[in-house]
């Protein structure tokens, strides 16, 4: 997964979507989430009895850590070594949340003809993952609080896995997708591998791999254009070339 993805909904419609009492500091749209913006997440509290919707920034901070720009080094973790990771076995084991979201991006490189003429130049065209405007996409994620008094902060990652199915057009990574049916799991149950399992490819099948304008790449640029379609080649596995646009 990238290091960019839309989030749209107001605080209102994830608190009754999630029946999660609110907690978040109120949450403004924001189609283009970079490492350290503030966004949405849910969670269980002791304190409230059950689910919260908080408000934490993205990049989780270990306790250990002496300074909180290191979260911007975590914004992910990976399904492989989450469960040993010094920065990120804790909170898998204890503070696990969904990361509600419209849908994430992704670049993929292309060539590019110069028109009038037979020369090529490279490209990335961006692609937007989503399953649509009635149903958020929601990624395994962990979260952890660095910092006392009122300099406590609430972080959080997002879990990532080896792409399935047609997402392997776009990327060798993807964020874990979390069906409905796992939501409970994954927020209350007991520590387990068995949580890390693959997003089903029914659910898969059901994103939409939209491209989109290159104006995304710009992490000052906001607003739905961002996630407008627009035209595109289709895409084919000969699209797919070694590049490290993550940031994980």
């Not at 290191?70 to 898998?92: D, H, K, L, P, Y």
């Not at 649509?132 to 008094?149: I, K, N, R, Y």
Request: glycine residues 6%; negative net charge; contains cysteine.
């Amino acid at each position: 997964m990238c290091g960019r993805y839309a989030t749209s909904r107001s605080n209102a419609d994830l608190s009754a979507l999630f029946e999660a009492a609110d907690e978040s500091d109120g949450l403004e749209p924001d189609y283009n989430v970079a490492p350290t913006d503030p966004v949405p997440i849910v969670r269980v509290s002791r304190s409230a009895g059950g689910r919260v919707l908080s408000t934490a920034r993205w990049g989780l901070v270990p306790a250990w850590a002496k300074d909180p720009r290191a979260g911007a080094r975590m914004i992910n973790a990976r399904v492989e070594t989450v469960t040993t990771s010094n920065a990120f076995a804790q909170s898998f084991a204890k503070r696990r949340c969904l990361v509600p979201a419209d849908g994430w991006f992704e670049w993929v490189p292309r060539t590019q003809r110069t028109p009038g003429t037979e020369k090529t130049k490279p490209m990335k065209q961006p692609y937007f993952m989503t399953l649509g405007d009635a149903e958020p996409c929601v990624f395994a994620g962990l979260w952890t609080v660095w910092g006392q008094d009122e300099g406590r902060l609430l972080t959080c990652s997002i879990i990532t896995a080896p792409a399935v199915d047609d997402l392997a057009l776009i990327h060798d990574r993807m964020p874990l997708l979390l069906p409905v049916d796992r939501w409970d799991a994954w927020l209350s149950a007991e520590p387990d591998p068995a949580l890390l399992a693959p997003t089903p490819s029914s659910h898969v099948a059901r994103l939409e791999l939209r491209p989109v304008g290159p104006r995304v790449g710009d992490v000052h640029n906001d607003g739905p254009d961002l996630v407008a379609k627009v035209p595109a080649p289709p895409l084919r596995s000969s699209d797919v070339e070694p590049i490290d646009l993550t940031l994980f």
